[in-house]
């Protein structure tokens, strides 16, 4: 997290916070807003996902086991399809490039695309990222 | 009679030699006399004319009556509106005149209405004809509008604006001010109370919660005072808990996880105690979940036993279902252990 960190702290704040639903738009690589649309849409799966994850779990317990019979595996599973958003599922969030994003090619650690990474570690604004050189 | 020569001429180098010569009588006059006075005859006539003229102008202009001309000022137009207004005032109340003047927009008979106004006024009418109808039958005298100069409307306008101007105070102009005296002014505590609220006001709070918290926020504020270094800066952020404490403390800001003993963390069944069955797929799952829950180190105690809680709903909300499943499974089982 702390590589995160070094990056601009705005972008973190506007991610992690799951309360503010800014729609401001801002220019590619500035990292203080959203950049498209499909990141605000990402950004709503995420909140969704946080907000349903506990009970998802706890019903994919009930589902995942050899254990309990198997009409109540079936129960907790139709619940699962049915008490619940489509979003709320992890697998539909994408880690796009904070500053420009990208959904495909990011460097997940840093949230950012490999191009934009490149860019920062070039200009030293990542700490502790070096050329490799062996 | 002497006979005027008038003129001679002589033609010496004619046959005649003749000496042209004429004669003119006294009573004649000569020729320049002559043009002379006919010239004089034809001015008098002129003049003559031209005078009548004149006092005939003259007559006119004494018959229109000469103003003289007044100059607009300020000052004038002052004493002028006052005078008008004075003159308004007078008028209106002096009853003959406004009765004549009444008398004379009716019409008719200015006397006997006059007299029919004032009798009905003073109420000394043997007749006392009906007010209404006078009243009725009366026009609408109009007020003589005030005619002030865009300037002085302009003043007025600025002086109303202005505050007012207390004479300055010295040791001795100590005067009570009055209350009420002053204009368009009510005074509400000199009037004798209805009793009609009798109870003292109790403050009821307010739904709205912004307006005081930001005064609270304004309180605050005035007392504390900005850091006013780096290092007042630093001091407030630790207190806040942003930044580590000295010596480091791994652990700093889980009070809460301190206070809770480890048997919390990891001896979970006693959760399970009043709801879970003894024996059966319930509570071997269930005993699988508190030991999987026992070695999280991410959840708090109070989590897990929510975690716990929620399997119980659940299995409370399923428990028809659950009956039909478990007595069948009884069965089957009992058929097995038959079969075997």
């Not at chain 2, 003559?48 to 006119?60: F, I, S, V």
């Not at chain 2, 004479?167 to 204009?183: D, Y």
């Not at chain 2, 909300?317 to 069948?328: F, G, I, M, R, Y």
Request: glycine share 4%; with cysteine; aromatic share 8%.
């Amino acid at each position: 997290m702390s590589f995160i960190s070094s990056l601009s702290s705005t972008a973190n704040s506007l991610i992690r916070s799951s309360a503010s639903k800014l729609f401001g738009f801002t220019q590619k690589r500035s990292g203080a807003g959203w950049t498209d649309w499909r990141m605000i849409k990402d950004n709503k799966r995420r909140l969704l996902v946080k907000e349903h994850a506990v009970d998802r779990l706890r019903l994919n317990t009930l589902r995942k086991n050899n254990i309990l019979p198997v009409e109540l595996r079936e129960i907790a599973s139709q619940e699962l399809h049915n008490n619940f958003p489509r979003d709320a599922c992890l697998n539909r969030v994408v880690y796009r490039c904070m500053l420009t994003s990208r959904p495909r090619g990011t460097v997940i650690k840093f949230r950012t695309s490999r191009i934009m990474f490149r860019h920062l570690a070039d200009y030293n604004k990542l700490s502790g990222i070096q050329r490799a050189m062996w | 009679m002497l006979q005027v020569v008038k003129s001679i001429r002589i033609y010496p180098f004619t046959r005649r030699g003749v000496v042209n010569i004429r004669w003119y009588s006294d009573d004649e006059t000569s020729d320049d006399e002559r043009k002379k006075k006919a010239k004089n005859e034809v001015s008098k006539k002129n003049s003559d004319e031209a005078l009548k003229r004149l006092n005939a102008l003259l007559q006119n202009m004494s018959t229109t009556k000469s103003q003289p001309i007044d100059m607009v000022t300020a000052k004038n137009m002052r004493q002028r509106a006052i005078e008008d207004k004075e003159k308004a005032e007078k008028e209106a109340t002096d009853l003959k005149s406004v009765t004549q003047k009444i008398a004379k927009k009716i019409g008719g008979d200015t006397q006997k209405t006059e007299a029919e106004l004032l009798s009905v006024l003073l109420g000394t009418s043997e007749q006392k004809p009906k007010l209404n109808e006078i009243i009725g039958g009366l026009k609408v005298e109009s007020e003589r509008p005030v005619s002030i100069s865009r300037a002085q409307m302009v003043k007025n306008a600025l002086k109303q604006h202005e505050k007012p101007r207390r004479p300055r105070e010295t040791a001795f102009s100590a005067k009570p001010r009055e209350r009420t005296e002053k204009k368009g002014f009510v005074n509400f505590f000199d009037a004798t109370p209805l009793n009609i609220f009798t109870q003292p006001a109790t403050n009821v709070p307010d739904s709205l919660q912004t307006w005081s918290k930001l005064e609270e926020r304004e309180i605050k504020l005035a007392v504390t005072h900005p850091p006013r270094n780096y290092f007042e800066k630093m001091i407030l952020w630790t207190e806040q808990g942003k930044i580590w404490k000295f010596p480091i403390d791994n652990e700093q800001g889980m009070d809460v996880e301190k206070a809770t003993d480890f048997t919390e963390h990891v001896m979970l069944e006693m959760h399970l105690e009043g709801w879970c069955p003894t024996r059966g797929p319930i509570r071997h799952f269930m005993e699988l979940v508190c030991v999987g829950l026992g070695k999280n180190n991410f959840l708090s105690a109070q989590e897990k036993k929510d975690h716990i809680m929620w399997y119980k709903e659940y299995f409370e909300s399923k428990k028809d279902v659950l009956e039909e499943l478990l007595t069948l499974g009884d069965v089957v089982e009992e058929q097995k252990q038959i079969e075997s």
